[in-house]
């Protein structure tokens, strides 16, 4: 018989790399001391009921790391929505259950002032149901909460891919009048418009770079394996100190405004606006109003790949292939206001990512990479707020 201790967590968290590259949250949980001489000690966590920005809920029981009396045994158990034991083994990574009690002790145990934004990175799964396999850009729908739009990178179809944010396929939408030369991003915007930023150019060389407006398409999303249509509107642009690569396209939810952020290999990235309004077929040229600075002690942590600003215009995340950069926006900003402020700096799972976007609300980041099968990973908000 294994004596069993239901104990309240104690959480050392420190990021560890696994042998896939990815970065998680180690979550040590510590046996009062009158268990320690116990043959065998089993350590039950109460079932942790997180909400994931909408979706579905998760839990985690049981855990344990650290020093103790050889022969200790220690029991991991997954739970299901509504605290039940499941069969799934802890080696899933889809839901970690280390992540899950780290986030459970975090929203437990600090002080809402002390609260961090965001709990550790979590793996939901992948895009394999999908023909993503360079996702590139990533933006939540506005017409369906709970969707997302993502996209392939340069040389695929001119596509588009609804998913949900467990990585299940929705719908293809097949987008006509916007070759695919090197989209690098999409957003959605008011009036249900999405926009793609046809913004590649690793070359310095393109002269013809845009980006297209569609109309949002109605669709089942409760259904799978649609395929739909929609036709763009292109919008040339150049800049007015020359070439850039960029990856990277935001839209103030608010008045519509499209930004760029260039990428660059020094980690000092430009941040251009489009002027408006903008005239269909007529190019126009960008006016910059910022210039962010990433600093990371690895390359590819400096590089801009992809950014998003939350619905309510509360704040503006950028990414690199490795890191989030978060800035907060104040009632009344503007954008380059906001980006002269110290960003927060967050981990993010996968190398080559290249696509980040706010949930519905704004309250949690969901990120994908460019890999086959593509991942997509969240980290939740500790904000706590009815989500839809």
């Known amino acids: ?214 109309e949002e398409p109605a669709l089942d999303p409760a259904a799978s394996g649609q395929i739909l249509s929609a036709t763009a509107t292109r919008f040339p642009f150049a800049y007015p100190d020359g070439s850039h690569n960029a990856e990277t396209l935001l839209v103030d939810p608010m008045t519509g405004e499209l930004f760029v952020a260039t990428k660059a290999t020094n980690g000092a990235s430009g941040v251009y606006r489009f002027p408006m309004p903008l005239t269909p077929g007529i190019p126009t040229t960008l006016q910059r109003i910022a210039t962010v600075t990433f600093s990371s002690p690895v390359s590819l942590g400096r590089l801009a790949t992809g950014g998003d600003i939350s619905i309510d215009r509360s704040k503006l995340v950028i990414r690199s292939y490795l890191l989030a950069y978060e800035w907060p926006i104040a009632a009344g900003q503007s954008l380059a206001q906001a980006l002269a402020e110290v960003s927060k700096t967050y981990t993010l799972l996968y190398s080559q990512g290249e696509a980040i976007c706010y949930g519905p609300q704004g309250l949690d980041l969901y990120f994908t990479a460019e890999a086959i099968p593509c991942p997509l990973g969240m980290r939740p908000s500790l904000r706590i707020k009815n989500r839809p």
């Open 1 to 214: 018989m294994v004596p069993a201790v239901s104990v309240e967590p104690v959480v050392i968290t420190t990021p560890i790399s696994t042998p896939i590259g990815k970065v998680q949250s180690h979550a040590e949980i510590a046996v009062p001391k009158s268990n320690r001489n116990a043959p065998s000690t089993e350590i039950n966590l109460k079932p942790a009921i997180v909400g994931v920005d909408g979706n579905s809920a998760h839990g985690c029981s049981g855990g344990h790391y650290g020093a103790q009396p050889e022969g200790t045994k220690i029991h991991f158990h997954h739970l299901d929505r509504f605290g039940r034991r499941r069969s799934s083994p802890v080696s899933n990574l889809r839901y970690n259950v280390l992540v899950r009690a780290h986030l459970f002790t975090t929203l437990i145990l600090s002080p809402i002032s002390a609260l961090a934004s965001y709990g550790p990175a979590i793996d939901l799964g992948s895009l394999a149901g999908t023909e993503v396999r360079e996702s590139s850009g990533l933006a939540a729908s506005r017409r369906y909460p709970g969707l997302l739009w993502t996209h392939n990178d340069s040389g695929n179809p001119p596509m588009i891919y609804a998913t949900d944010r467990l990585g299940r396929s929705i719908a293809r939408v097949d987008v006509l009048g916007a070759p695919n030369i090197d989209w690098e991003d999409v957003a959605c915007g008011p009036g249900h418009a999405i926009w793609i930023g046809d913004i590649g150019n690793n070359s310095l060389s393109r002269n013809d770079l845009a980006v297209y407006r569609i």
